[in-house]
């Protein structure tokens, strides 16, 4: 178990005003890379983000890989329908929150809570 913490309080030190998306994502993935950075020079390397999907859903070129060039992790948010477990393509396999697994998953990672300000614990 891995329990996040914060040293500090949680401070907003940079905003980066955007359009709104339109639900790709694309056009706010700019603003935050550079929310990360601003963030870097102040407080130091950021290696995990719990990023939402104004964000997740922008194409990796713009998101996904710019994290990884910078080394940050992330864990992401799914919407309500997106949370789902179903029967995978090959037999024995699942397909869990969009992920395909072997259906030797324990049943108790297959539904696992969303991650939010009042449950900060990760099994």
């Known amino acids: 178990m891995r329990v996040v913490t914060l040293s500090r309080p949680a401070l907003?030190?940079?905003v980066n005003i955007v359009k709104a998306?339109?639900?790709d994502g694309d056009s706010n993935a700019p603003a935050g890379i550079a929310a990360i950075d601003a963030?870097?020079?102040i407080v130091g390397k950021i290696t995990h983000i719990i990023a939402d999907r104004g964000y997740t859903q922008?194409?990796?070129k713009n998101w996904?890989?710019?994290l990884w060039i910078r080394s940050i992790s992330q864990t992401s948010d799914l919407r309500?329908?997106?949370r789902i477990v179903e029967t995978g393509p090959v037999k024995g396999t699942i397909w869990c929150d969009g992920w395909l697994y072997t259906n030797a998953m324990p049943e108790k990672l297959r539904h696992l809570p969303r991650l939010d300000n009042d449950n900060l614990t990760v099994e």
């Open 80 to 82: 309500d329908d997106q």
């Open 64 to 66: 996904a890989l710019l």
């Open 12 to 14: 907003a030190r940079s």
């Open 21 to 23: 998306s339109g639900g």
């Open 39 to 41: 963030h870097e020079k």
């Open 58 to 60: 922008a194409e990796a």
